[in-house]
């Protein structure tokens, strides 16, 4: 099972400051396979950026995912407030999904 | 509008059996790939099941043996049996759909249902 590994833990940023999130895969994930999601408290997860780089219908293009293999990137070029929340990487693999353990986002 | 509601959470003791259900509306289950992830208290993501539009299943390590995903296509709705429970199981439940062609990704989420699972 590959395992996604999800860095920082915490990501503490004042508003208008770029968030660079990112996930290391233990094992080569095909570009088509991952995915990012935003989970804000008491809400359900939402579809931010599939196929490690395209944007869900209507996400802002602040959004951005990058990356390829092993290590991808989901970046946030100016924080909002609204942006308060857990962050998880998710991949498909050998009829398995998994995701990373999340990174926290908070706006001073 | 592509819509799932969960229904069917519930305190439960441990051994016991429940059965979750997803309501769909905006598209047909069938279609689709239909999955459930679940939300432990404080806790990250994790993939439980997911049913193709062809019919196929699958399930996590975890639970399988133990749970069993199946849909309606007349009620257009998903379920999720869930035997033998244990307190791990405790856990938001949260139904999610993709069209033809994304399987790889979680698409579309509902709002969640609870189980606890506690003597």
């Known amino acids: 099972e590959i395992v996604l590994t999800q860095s920082p833990g915490t990501l503490s940023l004042s508003p208008g400051e770029r968030a660079t999130l990112s996930c290391r895969a233990s094992?080569?994930?095909?570009?088509?396979?991952l995915a990012w999601y935003q989970q804000k408290p008491g809400q359900a997860p939402r579809l931010l950026i599939y196929a490690a780089s395209t944007r869900a219908t209507g996400l802002p293009d602040r959004f951005s995912g990058s990356g390829s293999g092993t290590d991808f990137t989901l970046t946030i070029s100016r924080l909002e407030p609204e942006d308060c929340a857990v962050y998880y990487c998710?991949?498909?693999?050998?009829?398995?999904?998994?995701f990373g353990q999340g990174t926290k986002v908070e706006i001073k | 509008e592509v819509q799932v509601v969960e229904s069917g959470g519930d305190l439960m003791q441990p051994g016991g059996s429940l059965r979750l259900s997803c309501a769909a509306s905006g598209f047909t289950v069938s279609s689709n790939y239909m999955s459930w992830v679940r939300q432990a208290p404080g806790k990250g993501l994790e993939w439980v099941s997911l049913i193709s539009n062809g019919g196929s299943t699958y399930y996590a390590d975890s639970v399988k043996g133990r749970f069993t995903i199946s849909r309606d296509n007349s009620k257009n709705t998903l379920y999720l049996q869930m035997n033998s429970l244990r307190a791990e199981d405790t856990a938001v439940y949260y139904c999610?759909?993709?069209?033809?062609?994304?399987?790889?990704?979680?698409?579309?989420w509902g709002q969640g249902t609870l189980v606890t699972v506690s003597s």
């Open positions: 094992q080569s994930v095909s570009s088509t396979y």
């Open positions: 999610a759909t993709s069209p033809t062609g994304a399987k790889f990704y979680f698409a579309y």
């Open positions: 998710q991949q498909y693999g050998s009829s398995s999904w998994t």
